[in-house]
C-alpha cells in the first residue's frame, strides 16, 4: 500500500501543475471548429483555477456559444461566459491579455448581442500593455491585428 501512494503522488503532482496552452487556446478561438474549441474547453478543467484559467474559459465558452443548436443555448452559454470574463477583467482592469481576450470577442459576436461597448478602451489597454504581454500572447494579437478593424496598424 505504501508503494502504491509513492507511485500516485508523481502522477496527482503532474496533474496540478498542468499549464494553459496559449497557443493552442488562441488557436481554438480562431477557429470554426466545434472540435478544436471543445478540446480546449475541457482541457482547461485540467488547470488549477486562476483568474488566468478563468479568464480563458470564459472567452471560450463565448466562442463555443456559437456552436449550441439552439438560440437559447447560445445565449445561456455566451451569457455564461460574458460573466465569467467581465468578473476578471472587473478584477484586474489593466491586464492587457483579458482586454485581448475581449476584444477578440467583441469584434466577431453577432450585432444582436449588443457586445462591442468596450473596443476602444480595450484597445487602449491592449496598446499600453503590449511589451508586458507573454510571447505567445503577442503572436496571437499581431496576427489577430491583421484583420482586426479596432487593432490594424497600431501594432
Given at each position: 500500500m505504501k508503494y502504491l501512494i509513492l507511485l500516485l503522488i508523481?502522477?496527482?503532482?503532474?496533474?496540478?501543475?498542468?499549464?494553459?496552452?496559449?497557443?493552442?487556446?488562441?488557436?481554438?478561438l480562431a477557429s470554426?471548429?466545434?472540435?478544436?474549441?471543445q478540446k480546449q474547453l475541457d482541457g482547461i478543467q485540467s488547470v488549477k483555477e486562476s483568474s488566468e484559467v478563468k479568464a480563458f474559459k470564459g472567452a471560450l465558452q463565448?466562442?463555443?456559444?456559437?456552436?449550441?443548436?439552439?438560440?437559447?443555448?447560445?445565449?445561456?452559454?455566451?451569457?455564461?461566459?460574458k460573466?465569467?470574463?467581465e468578473s476578471e477583467i472587473k478584477s484586474n482592469d489593466g491586464n492587457a491579455e483579458y482586454r485581448f481576450l475581449?476584444?477578440?470577442?467583441?469584434?466577431?459576436?453577432?450585432?444582436?448581442?449588443?457586445y462591442s461597448g468596450n473596443?476602444?478602451?480595450?484597445?487602449?489597454?491592449?496598446?499600453?500593455?503590449?511589451?508586458?504581454?507573454?510571447?505567445?500572447?503577442?503572436t496571437a494579437l499581431e496576427s489577430y491585428a491583421k484583420k482586426s478593424s479596432a487593432l490594424k496598424g497600431l501594432l
Open positions: 508523481p502522477v496527482f503532482s503532474f496533474q496540478a501543475k498542468a499549464q494553459l496552452d496559449r497557443k493552442a487556446i488562441y488557436s481554438a470554426d471548429s466545434k472540435e478544436v474549441v463565448m466562442k463555443a456559444a456559437q456552436f449550441q443548436k439552439t438560440a437559447k443555448d447560445k445565449l445561456n452559454l455566451f451569457n455564461a461566459g460573466k465569467i470574463l475581449r476584444l477578440l470577442i467583441q469584434e466577431n459576436a453577432p450585432k444582436q448581442l449588443k473596443i476602444d478602451d480595450d484597445v487602449i489597454t491592449i496598446v499600453a500593455g503590449y511589451s508586458k504581454l507573454k510571447e505567445s500572447t503577442k
